[in-house]
């Protein structure tokens, strides 16, 4: 049976939107191929606020995170987590023998300017990472109350996670002087997985200068150059398929409007909290609390995986916590295209799951 995702990513693609990549494949190195990719570049800057540079790699987002913490890390990296992607930052580093230092905030809340400034003022970091929206936590982090801190240290390269927001929550680049920003296809921009997307700041470039070792494939001064010195061609084959799906995905975001689209998130998040107020609790303090994922803390002492059988049975898939919240807590995930027709169907099948086989065997062991 197919089932509905409501899991924080990959999510459920419109049919239209696959049937793209069936378009027949045009080669890489034509005219055709830098047309397509210049014209993705440009409608990512809208939804990204940027008019930075966006450089588009057939790989996940995790790669780009890898390959942005090495090529603009000089000296050493303050990597600020408040959930398991943030700290892969932190792994990242130390894999690729990086300087770097791991600051958590408190359980279930978000990052604060006074840690940022404490930890920024002591003058040893040149590269600060953020996740704007931590999906094993369901918090978002508040950028604008960070960003007035981080303006202050302008030799600091910022680096941001958007995986699970850039499509679903408003983050004004520029505004907020976001060096690099991430993003992977399979979230909120509502595509398949397979493709990351970057924007990237020429201060950001100008580090990647200074460094010596960056890689290749992720190296992204040498993504950069070649997207400029060739107008729009890469240093190695991209996924087409996945480029004419993003393409026209694009155009149906525009379609809806951004700010409509921030706007069906905040109300999908505003259902799926209600919801778990009155059956359990939310993980998040509810002032940060996500509009992409919610993780709800499973008060009830259920087998999560139960759970998700008998809403597998009807057609239904949610996510259990992630890492150490694996049982503790549960995600449902509500971004995308996903409607609030479509989520409430999900809601009424979970009330109709608790209500009905609330039995022993939910008890987890």
């Known amino acids: 049976m197919q089932k509905k995702l409501f899991i924080p990513g990959p999510v459920d693609v419109r049919e239209d939107v ?12 034509t005219n055709a191929a830098s047309d397509l990719q ?16 966006i450089i588009l790699s057939t790989s996940s987002g995790t790669a780009l995170m890898e390959g942005a913490i090495r090529s603009f890390t000089k000296k050493r990296a303050a990597v600020f987590s408040n959930g398991y992607f943030g700290t892969l930052w932190y792994k ?11 600051f958590k905030s408190e359980k279930g809340e978000a990052i604060t300017p006074d840690m940022v400034e404490k930890v920024l003022s002591t003058g040893k970091y040149d590269l600060i990472t953020i996740t ?26 910022w680096c941001v996670d958007g995986v699970s927001s850039i499509g679903g929550i408003k983050l004004e680049i520029d505004k907020l002087g976001v060096d690099v920003c991430i993003v992977s296809s399979q979230k909120c921009l509502g595509l398949p997985p397979g493709m990351a997307i970057a924007s990237v700041s020429e201060k950001a470039i100008e580090r990647a200068r200074q460094i010596e070792f960056r890689g290749y494939y ?47 998130h905040e109300q999908l998040a505003d259902m799926v909290r209600s919801w778990a107020k009155k059956h359990f609790k939310l993980y ?11 993780t709800i803390k499973n008060t009830l002492g259920l087998n999560i995986d139960l759970l998700n059988q008998r809403l597998g049975e009807r057609g239904f898939q949610i996510s259990n916590g992630y890492e150490d919240l694996k ?18 169907e999900l809601l009424d099948t979970l009330d109709e799951v608790l209500g009905c086989d609330l039995r022993e065997e939910w008890l987890a062991i």
């Open 132 to 157: 704007h929206n931590e999906t094993t936590s369901g918090i978002t982090n508040p950028m604008e109350e960070l960003s007035s801190v981080i303006q202050n240290y302008p030799d600091v390269i």
């Open 218 to 264: 992720l190296d992204f001064l040498e993504l950069y150059e070649t997207i400029k010195r060739t107008d729009y061609q890469y240093i190695s084959t991209p996924a087409i398929p996945m480029m004419f799906a993003m393409d026209y995905q694009l155009d149906k975001i525009f379609s809806e409007g951004l700010e409509n689209r921030f706007k069906r």
């Open 284 to 294: 998040a303090k509810e002032s940060c609390a996500s509009n992409t994922v919610t």
């Open 92 to 102: 990242m580093a130390l894999y690729n023998n990086i300087e770097a230092d791991l």
């Open 327 to 344: 049982d503790k807590t549960f995600r449902i995930g509500h971004m995308a295209d996903c409607t609030v027709e479509e989520l409430q």
């Open 18 to 29: 696959l049937e793209q990549m069936t378009r027949p494949i045009i080669g890489h190195r």
């Open 38 to 53: 210049r014209g993705i570049s440009e409608k990512l800057q809208k939804i990204f606020y940027t008019d930075n540079t």
